[in-house]
């Protein structure tokens, strides 16, 4: 088996891809464990594919999986994770904010029995390099305020783009995902607890991209009305149910 697949879900990231994708094939080309990389481009309308197709030749652990039409983040990293072969998954934003070599803090917490990692930019020891906007960190911190409110307490930072599970556990977790947007963080973490898995937030290195693509106001919005739709989908009983169709 594959000790480390990476998912990195995409869309219209022909220009942040091919640093990203090198910065991959650097670190992995001396790793001492085999790994892939599984970009799922969600319905470009760029040159996204074609830059995944051209760095395949020199990158043979990468892989490209495509939806034929935009579908969303939440729903990307699930199809990543239906394909990936690793003992551990973990899913990577594609502006590479989090260096890859974070994940070697993430090992030892396997070993001592965790399923779940979230990497956190608010932990004492978290080395945030390049901050957001100030509007954004507000933001973030505003929806985190809601989240231990009415979903999920007990984690500082949900939303971070650097998450990792166990083989096991990402398969039990993402077959019941119900939601698409950028609110699925919240919904898998929620699963995982439901599922009596071992979560813990692990301090990371963060450098903000600048290009950030979440509206402050109108994502806001759907990010809130996204955590209602969690508590109504659990009330309904749907996270005991698996997804089986795409």
């Known amino acids: 088996m594959v000790r480390l697949s990476i998912i990195i879900p995409a869309f219209n990231e022909e220009q942040r ?3 990203t994708l090198e910065h991959l094939r650097q670190y992995l080309s001396s790793a001492s464990y085999s790994s892939e990389v599984l970009v799922v481009d969600d319905g470009s309308t760029d040159g996204t594919r074609r830059v995944v197709k051209e760095t395949e030749k020199d990158f043979p652990a990468l892989r490209l999986i495509v939806n034929e039409r935009n ?49 956190s930019r608010s932990l004492p020891n978290s080395d945030v390099r390049v901050h957001q906007p100030w509007y954004r960190e507000t933001m973030g911190r505003t929806f985190n305020l809601f989240v231990r409110f009415f979903v999920l307490r007990g984690f500082i930072d949900t939303q971070c783009g650097f998450k990792a599970f166990s083989h096991e556990a990402a398969h039990r977790i993402f077959t019941r995902q119900r939601l698409s947007g950028f609110s699925f963080d919240v919904e898998i973490l929620f699963i995982a607890g439901k599922l009596g898995y071992k979560i813990v937030e692990v301090p990371i290195v963060w450098i903000n991209s600048p290009s950030s693509r979440v509206h402050p106001v109108w994502d806001s919005v759907r990010m809130f009305v996204e955590l209602m739709r969690i508590r109504l989908n659990d009330w309904r009983g749907l996270y005991k149910e698996k997804i089986t169709g795409p």
């Open 17 to 19: 891809l091919p640093k």
């Open 71 to 119: 579908r969303g983040k939440g729903y990307s990293v699930r199809q990543g994770v239906r394909e990936a072969a690793g003992e551990v998954i973990l899913f990577f934003d594609a502006d590479a904010s989090t260096p890859i070599d974070q994940v070697e803090k993430f090992f030892p917490h396997f070993q001592d029995g965790a399923d779940v990692l979230i990497g």
